[in-house]
């Protein structure tokens, strides 16, 4: 069984930065693409990134600006994501998934599998 636990979330006042992690358990890490979604009270569930299995493709929700940046790190099972010049608009509950159907599909939410429980993002002054 797929499990993936996020950690790294918390408060930060504007402008500053944090870094997400996904520990992923239960199967062969390499296998599958992998994105965090972003979800604030009210709103739908948000694509914020994604990588490809093999890590040599990303891909980033409009509203990044080129402020975050996924990785994952193969020999840790561990994808990550560092999020730089965060807003208040930034302020969600952050969630990792994983998911073997394809590159297409990584902005869609029905594209993966799996998901973590999520961890809070609040950015605040």
């Known amino acids: 069984q797929v499990q993936l636990v996020e950690t790294g979330g918390g408060s930060v006042q504007p402008g500053g930065s944090l870094r997400l992690s996904c520990v992923f358990s239960g199967d062969t890490f390499s296998r599958y693409s992998l994105g965090w979604f972003r979800q604030a009270p009210g709103k739908e569930r948000e694509f914020v990134a994604a990588c490809s299995w093999s890590g040599d493709m990303t891909d980033y929700g409009k509203f990044v600006k080129g402020r975050f940046k996924i990785s994952k790190d193969n020999a840790k099972n561990t994808v990550y994501l560092q999020m730089n010049s965060l807003n208040a608009d930034d302020t969600a509950v952050y969630y990792c998934?994983?998911?073997?159907?394809?590159?297409?599909?990584?902005?869609?939410?029905?594209?993966?599998?799996?998901w973590g429980q999520g961890t809070q993002v609040t950015v605040s002054s």
């Open positions: 998934a994983a998911g073997t159907r394809g590159w297409y599909t990584r902005e869609d939410a029905k594209g993966y599998d799996y």
